[in-house]
């Protein structure tokens, strides 16, 4: 579970957080959205304990992001926008290094990458990560946000840039995990991918959150035929 209460944070002037709440259950897939600037980069670098907010509070799986970093990044699998690989190390090596650096048993650690490989059609471990395509890395880059097995994951903008079988596999990966009894945020531009995978949804906008409900929910509210159509009269209220 993700539990996230008045969190606020400013750069300088700018107040990019101004004291948003939400919630993530486990076994459903809950949207992020907003146009940019809107403030869900920070709130997803606070909740991976990248920065610290100066007010309000964020839990991950019942641990405080001020109090509790290192239990929360144990509980959390991140994948960020453009997050990337090592490049002179094949793909194998780079989730088993994660294994590594989160104390899994090697054998553990095997059978989970095989059993994701698997899933997301990744046949190309042996090879250096640097010869992948931007679908390649993200792929691998999946198997390795989960190889601890986190009972939270947090996805930012995780098909950008991909074809569509690398997209039908990043789809395949999120409603696994949910299955899984998983909690997972997704943020994302694409309200294609919200409709499909999102269970609930919060728009965020000027660094507050301007609406929530789930996808059908947000629709009829706004009389829109689509998601993005509503996205749209959200954020210029």
Known sequence: MIEVEGLQKSFGQVQALRGISFRCEPGRVTGLLGPN????????????????????????????????????????????????????????????????????????????MEFLYKLLEIDYGKRQAGTYSKGMAQKVNLVRSVIHDPPVLILDEPTAGLDVPSTVAVRTFVEQQKGAGKTVLLSTHLMNEVELLCDYVYIINLGLIVAEGTPDDLKERTQSSNLEEAFMKVVKE
């Open 37 to 112: 600037g809107a403030g869900k980069t920070t709130t997803i670098r606070i909740l991976s304990t990248i920065l610290k907010p100066q007010s309000g509070s964020a839990k991950l799986n019942g641990y405080d992001v001020m109090k509790e970093p290192d239990k929360v990044r144990a509980s959390v699998g991140v994948v960020l926008e453009n997050s990337g690989l090592y490049r002179r190390l094949t793909g194998d090596e780079n989730v088993l290094y994660f294994a590594d650096l989160a104390n899994v048993p090697r054998a553990e650690a095997m059978e989970r």
